[in-house]
């Protein structure tokens, strides 16, 4: 069975926040260019990524365990939002309304992933 990751809402947010998280860490020092903003935007974009890649899945068993890999990444990308503004490379703004996000897109897919996991 094909899925169509657009169709869903936590999709499309997913998507927006890998753009807005480019986007932040634009600014990030040279140095960071192998450390912190490359692990923020790989962490990002592996939430995207899984999505599409379970959509090809058949088996539902399949297609949770790509969704916990996009869950655990979203974790992953909350947690260094946070670390790069205790940093100083992120204002307080822009950190408080990327983990917002973060935190809404992942009890979006929380609701997903159990939904999907009742079906079993």
Known sequence: ?????????????????VVDVYRATG????EERFGLQ???????V????????????RALRDYLHFLAIALGSASEVRYLVGLAERLGLLDDATATTLTTRYTDFIRGLQALITSLESRT
């Open 1 to 17: 069975m094909s899925r169509d990751p657009w169709k869903l809402k936590v999709f499309v947010l997913a998507d927006e926040l």
């Open 27 to 30: 600014g990030f020092p040279i």
């Open 38 to 44: 490359a692990q923020l935007r790989r962490a990002a």
């Open 46 to 57: 592996s939430i995207t990524t899984n999505f599409v890649e379970d959509s090809a899945r």
